[in-house]
């Protein structure tokens, strides 16, 4: 109540300051000292909303679709740029802020969406369990996936929880009880996680067979599994600083995995072979690697719905999966 009250106060000010100015669906009022050339404002997946514009203190926006979602809004200028995220729901938004000297957005005032706020609220809450009481983290995310189960923002939400809880399913399915409730203009947004949910509690066995992949030598080439072993398969790429620091631990822990009976297939997603190979020659991991074909339709990753990365899969020798992760310590916490 007290939000809102100050808001209406706000809206009031702001209003008469500006009360010459006709509001579209969005409208940035904005204040700097730095050298701005342009802004870009859309949506996050950049199918609603679309605009490039020579950068003004007002901008105003109108949208063919309703103002609801995650937005980006990119200041460019002296050959730099900086991206800033805001989630913005209702009619007539108002964002008035200052953009500093390094192209961030230091937001003074929203208007006109209460989203903006409760998403503010919910991430403060939420570093704070993270920080003293990461039990709780579960009840508090399905309870705030509950309050905005209509509203766009509960997407950012359910990709932090499967993020979080891969590895367990009794807690994905708390999620995926949630998600199959959404309106289908929410479940078919492009960040929504229900597809990758439904992988990891329903896909129960992965046939590599019918991917192709390049070894070392540039070579077509297929993955067929051995009998009696298993193989966790680890989907990376060269520039992901978290896969270049599990590489670490992943060969200091090699005997151990080969001591369980378990073959390492590294699946990178680079495109270049030469920058690939050089990494792996360098650090001198000596594992089964292969690189993904250039085939966008045909990629091992876009059949088996994977975004993030490190990815890692445990599976037996009948493809059978036993474990997912997104971090090599979760791997070797599992396999003991």
């Known amino acids: 109540m007290l939000i809102v009250l100050i808001g209406l106060s706000l809206t009031g000010c702001v209003l008469k300051k500006q009360e010459n100015v006709q509001l579209s669906d ?133 990709n932090d929880y499967f993020f979080r809880n891969i590895s367990n399913k009794e807690a994905l399915s708390k999620l995926y009880e949630l998600l199959v409730q959404q309106d289908s203009t929410i479940s078919m947004h492009l960040w929504n996680p229900i597809k990758r949910v439904e992988k990891v509690l329903f896909e129960t066995r992965i046939d590599l067979s019918p991917f192709q992949f390049y070894n070392t030598e540039g070579e077509l080439t297929s993955l067929s599994l051995e009998a009696g072993k298993k193989y966790l398969l680890d989907f990376w790429f060269v520039g992901c600083a978290p896969c270049v620091q599990d590489h670490k631990v992943m060969a200091e822990k090699m005997p151990l995995l080969k001591k369980h009976g378990i073959e390492v297939v590294g699946i990178s997603i680079d495109n270049r072979q030469s920058m690939w190979l050089e990494y792996l020659q360098s650090k001198n991991y000596d594992w089964f690697n292969v690189r993904e074909i250039d085939d966008q339709e045909k990629k091992a990753t876009k059949s088996m719905l994977i975004y993030s990365f490190p990815t890692y899969i445990l599976v037996d020798s009948d493809g059978n999966v036993l474990h997912r992760s997104f971090s090599i310590s979760e791997v070797l916490k599992y396999i003991g």
Do not use: C, H
């Open 26 to 158: 969005l409208n940035f009022f904005l204040k700097t000292d730095s050298k701005i050339d342009s802004v870009f404002i859309a949506n996050i997946t950049q199918d609603k909303l679309y605009k490039f514009l020579p950068y003004s203190d007002t901008i105003q926006i109108d949208s063919d679709n309703p103002i609801n979602d995650l937005y980006e809004i990119n200041f460019y200028g002296d050959e730099k740029f900086r991206m800033n995220r805001i989630w913005l729901s209702g009619e007539n938004v108002i964002i008035r802020g200052y953009v500093n000297d390094e192209l961030q957005l230091e937001i003074d005032t929203v208007i006109g969406t209460d989203l903006y706020y409760k998403s503010l609220a919910y991430n403060t809450k939420l570093k704070e369990l993270k920080k003293q009481d990461g039990a709780r983290l579960n009840d508090f995310q399905l309870e705030s996936f509950k309050d905005n189960i209509s509203n766009p923002f509960s997407i950012d939400i359910a």
